[in-house]
């Protein structure tokens, strides 16, 4: 499985950008990389995912490099509600869809 | 339309006794997944079940078994509880098996205790 590498902890002022960033550089050219995030007491939720070009969503933004190694989950203005813990995953193709979390980055918004 | 749903939302048992979660995907999803998140770490991957068979299945002992139902819905059954198995228990469904350009789509979860 490629592994990702992800900041502990990140802190961001309310109504600020929030760049969030892992590191991924033994992903395989056909693997994507998801961007998930998880509030206290409930089940992930998915923000986003991508292959090599740059998306975006209503929720954020995922910018990868040319060479596939590292992405940016960017969310533009955040918000007190965006403290989490945000997961980055590549996920694995194969016999099933199995997400491999490791313990992703607590982000903590500030007011 | 209603997100994954999981049932119960807590549930207290002792070791040794077994326990059934279950889990309704998003109307239309097909694939059901369960993971399991001990506190402070990641989730991780139990099962994963599509059309009613078992097409994939994570690092863990046979106390663990699951099943699909041609409704979709899935359950996950857990024999001879263990201290260990105090956790919360995800289901993720998505549309198909194996279309890695999708997401899957969590519940909230059953929190399980055991004493």
């Known amino acids: 499985d490629a592994k990702t590498t992800q900041p502990t902890s990140m802190d961001c002022a309310e109504g600020r950008a929030a760049n969030l960033p892992c590191n991924h550089s033994?992903?395989?050219?056909?693997?994507?990389v998801y961007w998930y995030r998880q509030i206290h007491s409930q089940g992930p939720q998915y923000i986003i995912h991508g292959l090599k070009n740059n998306e975006t969503n209503e929720m954020a933004s995922l910018i990868i490099t040319e060479d596939r190694k590292s992405s940016t989950l960017i969310l533009p203005h955040a918000t007190l509600r965006d403290t989490a813990v945000y997961y980055c995953?590549?996920?694995?193709?194969?016999?099933?869809?199995?997400?491999?979390f490791g313990k992703g980055t607590k982000l903590t918004v500030n007011p | 339309d209603a997100g994954v749903t999981q049932s119960p939302t807590h549930l207290i048992k002792t070791r040794g006794q077994h326990v059934t979660l279950r889990c309704s995907p998003i109307s239309g999803h097909k694939s059901v997944s369960w993971y399991q998140q001990v506190l402070g770490q990641g989730p991780q991957f139990i099962f994963q079940y599509y059309e009613k068979e078992e097409r994939g299945r994570g690092n863990f002992p046979d106390r663990f078994s699951a099943r699909q139902f041609p409704n979709y819905s899935s359950e996950l059954n857990v024999n001879a509880l263990l201290l260990g198995d105090s956790a919360l228990y995800l289901c993720?469904?998505?549309?198909?098996?194996?279309?890695?350009?999708?997401?899957?789509?969590f519940g909230d979860g059953t929190r399980l205790s055991i004493l």
């Open positions: 033994t992903i395989s050219g056909n693997e994507y």
């Open positions: 995953i590549v996920r694995v193709r194969g016999g099933s869809e199995k997400l491999v």
């Open positions: 993720a469904s998505s549309f198909n098996r194996d279309t890695f350009n999708q997401p899957q789509h």
